[in-house]
């Protein structure tokens, strides 16, 4: 593949990153303000039909609100689980963007592709590498022009592997929400009925 080719193979890829990248926050926003505004509706509308929450040993069970309170515990994980991969897929799209155009980047000033191998996850931390990332630092590559080859090499792999991760924990945790979705309507039906 010739080198121009190359150049316009990678501007292709950063614009689709892009674009991804502004669609995903953009669709954040609204996911937040819905999910915010359909669950103090859900709230207002149901807090009503349900008594006060009492404690006593000897009394009867109220599984209409037993039921009710786990409906709004699953909704809470829900959100939070939203949240997560909502954050997590962001990052992985900054990330995926950024390591696109450093292979461009790479190609043009050193002439040389840089690694694309497999990646292996399987002894890595993943719970507190999200941590890491949302509250630390992301060590992005800086300029090339004072940076050597292989350090560009080595900082290049750690940060695919890291969007590799955060994509992982973006997938896991919307699997999970579905699972929530799924027990919320479940649950929700019991009160009803």
Not at 42 to 57: A, D, T
Not at 97 to 113: A, C, N, P, S, Y
Request: glycine share 4%.
């Amino acid at each position: 593949m010739q080198k121009e080719d190359r150049i316009k193979q990678y501007d292709e890829r950063y614009r689709i990153w892009n674009s991804h990248v502004i669609n995903q926050f953009g669709f954040t926003i609204n996911l937040f303000t819905t999910i915010g505004i359909g669950f103090l509706s859900f709230l207002i509308s149901l807090n009503k039909n349900y008594p006060k929450v009492e404690i006593k040993l000897k009394s009867d069970i109220d599984w209409n609100l037993c039921f009710y309170l786990m409906v709004l515990t699953f909704i809470t994980l829900l959100i939070i689980l939203g949240a997560i991969s909502i954050i997590t897929r962001l990052y992985d799209l900054r990330l995926t963007r950024h390591l696109i155009i450093t292979r461009k980047k790479v190609f043009i000033k050193f002439d040389k592709l840089l690694p694309n191998k497999y990646i292996n996850l399987k002894n890595e931390s993943i719970f507190n590498f999200f941590l890491d990332v949302v509250v630390g630092r992301i060590n992005f590559i800086g300029d090339l022009e004072k940076t050597d080859l292989e350090s560009i090499k080595f900082k290049f792999e750690k940060l695919r592997k890291q969007s590799k991760i955060l994509g992982r924990i973006s997938w896991s945790t919307h699997k999970t929400q579905i699972v929530m979705i799924v027990l919320t309507m479940i649950t929700y039906l019991l009160t009803v009925f």
